[in-house]
């Protein structure tokens, strides 16, 4: 007897009379598949719960001072410390996934959301606060992980989109959140926030345990500590730099310490990867030529995409001085933003669909050509809320197709018992790549400001120059794009555990 997919059932035992011993309701629990739709939709709600820890604070970033007794720099470590750690604990969740179980991992990650969002929900002060933050930062994991899932567990023609509907939940949670929690956040007690997060993660626990059956795909070896614990310090001095060096300042000790550190780290870590016989992350495998250059292209996108995010809320917020600023309040300008993220959700099939006819890199070039049409549209388009939309909705549009090619890309590319480390670290690579862009943006637009009544706000030629440096960095990424091979010899999964469909055939991916 089999199981559903990604499980093998261990031999029914008999009574003396011949009748099994499991009744005729327990044998049909044990052999259902559940559909693909619904481990597609489980997945899904899954990611962009995740997602939404991202902006789950922000209709509240202005008042944390006062509400939680600290000081406006301190405050801003609420969102800095998510960012970090969702840095440092993707990649490692991933190669745990691969190791012990995907799925596994990813009710780990679910119950640390619960987790993190009940801390927060009764915190007033700032550490708890940051305690909660962290937890829920390490929870934003669980895309990357279900990516990998999706590989494990649906029919091969149901793939593409499913990956592309997963990848795109990172920007759809943070996109379609933010309106949401300003809701929440202007009509009840802030902390509803959390009390709404953790509830949902309980469900979705729930969810996931009954509907995502268990993969028997598993990774050989003992779990690299030593390299998890490097890749940690070196990632989070290099983030821990970029972000708080235009505070400290580029050139003042700690800037550089972390940087030179960070550095320092991350080559001693990868000298030690590529002579450990079971690594965190297999640089051999990740150096492959079409792992490489997504990897690369990636932080471009993660730039990209985080170039509208720090940039349009403050240009619709902003007074309206000499034609600039759209003088919009919180909620008027999350809104503004939402059809980046539904467009997302909505440009997931047809990038799928292009990736299978054409394949992924085809997406992956043309979403990052449309992505360098909005910053045009951009440079050009700033003094009406309209062009912010279109703005938005291109940029959407682009990121879409992008983030759809970019996990099909590396799955196609890397053994199937390490795609949840490989997804992890091009997940990684999105977050520098959004770390270095909330930097430089930051810099362009205190760099360049005028003297208002409302005090000094960024000049018009700051925005333009944001969005040309924008299109700048996608130019880079549609060239490195370009070095993707069109055509890739995958790698066949060769464990001696195949993978089981309910029908006894062994499905085509072990």
Not at 53 to 78: C, F, G, H, K, Y
Not at 175 to 180: E, R, T, Y
Request: glycine share 10%.
């Amino acid at each position: 007897m089999t199981a559903g997919m990604g499980e093998r059932l261990p031999p029914t035992a008999s009574l003396p009379s011949g009748e099994s011993v499991l009744s005729e309701a327990e044998r049909r629990r044990l052999t259902r598949r559940p559909s693909d739709r619904a481990m597609i939709a489980a997945l899904t709600a899954t990611g962009l719960l995740a997602a939404f820890m991202q902006t789950i604070i922000v209709p509240v970033l202005p008042r944390l001072p006062e509400l939680l007794d600290t000081s406006v720099a301190d405050s801003q470590w609420v969102l800095i410390s998510t960012l970090l750690a969702s840095a440092v604990s993707t990649p490692v969740s991933g190669r745990l996934g691969d190791m012990y179980g995907k799925r596994r991992m990813v009710l780990v990650l679910l119950a640390i959301l619960v987790a993190g969002s009940l801390i927060s929900a009764l915190s007033f002060t700032l550490i708890p606060m940051l305690v909660g933050r962290v937890l829920q930062g390490i929870s934003l994991g669980v895309i990357a992980l279900s990516i990998s899932v999706l590989r494990d567990v649906i029919h091969p023609k149901n793939l593409p989109g499913a990956v592309a509907l997963v990848s795109a939940t990172l920007g759809v949670g943070g996109a379609v959140g933010l309106p949401i929690a300003g809701m929440i956040a202007e009509n009840f007690d802030w902390h509803v926030l959390f009390w709404a997060a953790a509830l949902t993660g309980v469900v979705l626990f729930v969810v996931v345990l009954w509907i995502i059956p268990v993969s028997t795909l598993r990774t050989a070896g003992r779990f690299d500590y030593l390299g998890a614990v490097g890749l940690m310090i070196g990632l989070t001095c290099l983030l821990l730099a970029v972000s708080k060096g235009a505070d400290w300042g580029w050139t003042s000790a700690p800037t550089l310490a972390l940087l030179v550190g960070g550095a320092v780290v991350l080559v001693g870590w990868a000298a030690y990867e590529l002579r450990h016989p079971s690594p965190l992350v297999d640089l051999r495998v990740n150096s492959r030529r079409p792992v490489l250059f997504t990897n690369l292209s990636s932080i471009t996108v993660g730039f990209a995409f985080f170039v509208t995010s720090a940039t349009l809320p403050v240009l619709l917020e902003a007074p309206t001085v000499n034609g600039i600023g759209l003088g919009q309040p919180l909620l008027i300008t999350a809104l503004c933003l939402m059809p980046s993220g539904l467009m997302m959700f909505f440009v997931s099939p047809l990038a799928a669909r292009l990736s299978t006819a054409r394949g992924p890199k085809t997406s992956l070039v043309l979403g990052s050509t449309v992505i360098a049409f909005a910053f045009v549209l951009g440079a050009l388009l700033i003094t009406e809320v309209w062009h912010v939309l279109l703005v938005s909705t291109v940029m959407g549009i682009g990121v879409g197709f992008a983030y759809a090619a970019q996990p099909t890309l590396i799955m196609n590319s890397v053994p199937a018992t390490e795609t949840a480390a490989a997804n992890g670290l091009n997940a990684v690579m999105r977050t520098l790549g959004s770390a270095v862009s909330a930097t430089v943006v930051g810099l362009i637009l205190a760099g360049s400001r005028i003297d208002t009544p409302h005090g000094p706000l960024p000049t018009e030629d700051a925005y333009r120059t944001v969005f040309v440096m924008g299109a700048a960095v996608v130019v880079v990424g549609i060239l490195l794009a370009l070095f993707i091979p069109r055509r890739t010899q995958a790698y066949q999964h060769t464990s001696s555990i195949p993978i089981i469909e309910a029908g006894g055939e062994a499905d085509p991916r072990s």
